[in-house]
């Protein structure tokens, strides 16, 4: 029976990082992962690019029940950290828009680089390799674990948890994390997907699956509800892309929202964030000649599609036929005008749903924060056991948020294991 002083389930970004660091500390690591190749979600990322880290990590970039968890952790290992190791690989990055940094060449630099870091720390790893069962165990040596495998039998100090969530299942994602945690005495915050496309009822998009592909700046924002005993309400606002789908919303702004949205809640989406519409048709009114079509369409930002124009029109009119398209804007009452502005500067829609976790980027909720250590990922029910990364309620923002918090949960953990022989 062969035996470490850690066991890490899970080679993704958190797990693998949590390895070598530990290795390189002295201790015997294994990593197993049931996964033919490894960290298939490093690869796929950021448009194969990975999107690695973010320049800019608060606390307040993440969503939990326990928002004040990832605060030690993110301290503790920071991007600046992280890109001094890639730098050290000589990995070449660049930074896009709001700090978000990416690989020059591939994704696969950062897998070859943590592979590389766990070698250095004499990590074993064995993939394809499933776990059947862990048992928490007072056996002689001080292993504290035995886990049932596909190569046998392993005894373990220390277990660390780093299997992710149920995103992107055709890559192999399962809630086995999760699972277990509940068959070890723990609790979960409600699974949902995140950072994902919303859908609407067919019959109610149907006059917008037809602008499928435009994409156009906005603000969107949903309320939300405080987690703490003051149950406080409060909106939250995105300033990003929007993209049209046949199905519903999608793009940056959407996926953004998509954390915070719960069913049956609407979102207000600003078309035209730059100020009011209803404003700028009235001012245009005065002495125009102009039909209606031609001031909205020149009223609307710059770069906004005709057809966009004309559909917007379209749906407007059909409440209020005195907005059809060829109506002469001086004849055009203000109260009109008004309602076709704010329409568009407060748009108010009802998701049916989400496109799910095949196309959400990550898992919202997990393994309760209240019941573990925020210093050192450890339970708090089960000495010696560890959750990192996704599998935890630590959900974070587009744009490296999630990745760093891969980075941070696992450096804490992996500074606070220990030999089972010190």
Request: hydrophobic letters at 40%.
């Amino acid at each position: 029976m062969q035996q470490f002083d850690v066991v890490v389930i899970g080679a993704g970004a958190a797990g693998l990082f949590c390895a070598g660091i530990a290795g390189q500390r002295g201790l015997k690591v294994l990593v197993i992962d049931h996964a033919e190749k490894v960290a298939e979600k490093i690869r796929i990322s950021g448009g194969g690019r990975c999107n690695f880290t973010n320049k800019e990590v608060t606390p307040a970039n993440f969503l939990s029940e326990n928002p004040h968890f990832c605060r030690s952790a993110l301290a503790g290992y920071t991007p600046q950290d992280f890109i001094g190791l890639i730098e050290r690989h000589g990995i070449a990055w660049h930074e896009k828009h709001k700090g978000q940094l990416f690989c020059d060449r591939r994704a696969d630099d950062i897998i070859q680089m943590l592979l590389k870091e766990c070698e250095s720390g004499g990590v074993t790893r064995w993939q394809p390799c499933g776990v059947q069962q862990l048992r928490p165990t007072n056996v002689e040596a001080g292993h504290r674990f035995e886990l049932d495998t596909d190569q046998g039998v392993v005894q373990a100090h220390q277990v660390v948890i780093a299997t992710g969530g149920l995103s992107i299942p055709k890559i192999g994602a399962t809630d086995f994390g999760q699972k277990l945690a509940l068959q070890l005495g723990h609790t979960l915050v409600p699974l949902r997907p995140a950072l994902v496309p919303l859908t609407f009822d067919a019959g109610e998009w149907a006059p917008w699956s037809a602008l499928s592909g435009i994409a156009l700046p906005v603000d969107v924002s949903v309320n939300v509800e405080s987690t703490g005993r003051r149950k406080q309400s409060s909106s939250v606002h995105f300033l990003e892309d929007l993209l049209l789908t046949h199905r519903g919303l999608s793009g940056p702004a959407v996926l953004q929202i998509s954390s915070y949205w719960r069913p049956g809640q609407s979102l207000t989406i600003d078309i035209a964030p730059q100020g009011s519409l209803a404003e700028a048709l009235k001012q245009a009114k005065a002495g125009s000649r102009k039909q209606l079509s031609s001031a909205w369409a020149q009223a609307l930002p710059e770069g906004a599609p005709q057809r966009l124009a004309q559909t917007w029109l379209e749906q407007a009119a059909l409440k209020t036929p005195a907005l059809r398209a060829d109506a002469l804007l001086a004849e055009v009452k203000d109260r009109d005008l008004e309602a076709l502005g704010q329409s568009a500067n407060t748009w108010s829609i009802t998701p049916k749903g989400t496109e799910g976790y095949a196309k959400a980027e990550v898992t919202a909720g997990g393994v309760n924060t209240q019941e573990l250590s925020s210093q050192t990922l450890e339970s708090k029910k089960v000495p010696g056991l560890h959750f990192i990364g996704e599998v935890v309620d630590v959900t974070g923002w587009l744009g490296g948020y999630n990745f760093q918090w891969a980075w941070a949960s696992a450096a804490a953990c992996a500074r606070a294991l220990v030999r089972s022989h010190p």
